[in-house]
């Protein structure tokens, strides 16, 4: 882990100015990061979920991680909502049990969630319910989870 709390460090300075705030909070963000990146090597599948203030970064992550042009191998990264075209309806317990069987099946129990937005949403409460999701969470200081300010200028850095 220290190579990755180096390696970030580095980067932080080394790369762009804006992210400086990152600097001071590299040591909440290097363990979340480092679990993450051990599941994708690993072939854990990440099914990406957003609130709706950032679904555009939902569809940013899809169309950017696994372009031809990265020369790179491909992520097991997908998109909640490229699961059906009922998932944005899912509201009750029995709605989430009933998805939750669906997903276990489809990836053999071997996924997690990468939600990011306000913990009221919904999507927010499938991804609590596993306790490996990573998570960024708005306005919210969340365990396990990376906290940030939706008010926040710098936000979209």
Request: some cysteine; glycine content about 2%; aromatic content about 14%.
């Amino acid at each position: 882990m220290n190579n990755l709390i180096d390696w970030t460090l580095n980067t932080i300075r080394s790369e762009d100015p804006m992210m400086s705030w990152m600097e001071e909070r590299r040591f909440e963000w290097v363990p979340l990061i480092s679990d993450f990146l051990d599941k994708i090597v690993n072939g854990t599948t990440v099914i990406i979920m957003t609130d709706s203030e950032r679904s555009w970064f939902n569809h940013y992550l899809c169309q950017t991680l696994n372009k031809k042009i990265k020369n790179r191998p491909y992520l097991p990264i997908v998109s909640f909502n490229s699961l059906g075209h009922n998932i944005q309806g899912l509201k009750t317990t029995e709605d989430f049990e009933l998805l939750t069987d669906m997903l276990d099946i489809s990836f053999k129990n071997d996924y997690i969630f990468w939600y990011i937005g306000r913990s009221r949403d919904d999507r927010f409460k499938l991804a609590k319910k596993r306790e490996d999701s990573y998570m960024w969470v708005m306005d919210e200081e969340i365990q396990n989870s990376f906290f940030m300010r939706s008010n926040d200028e710098l936000l979209d850095i």
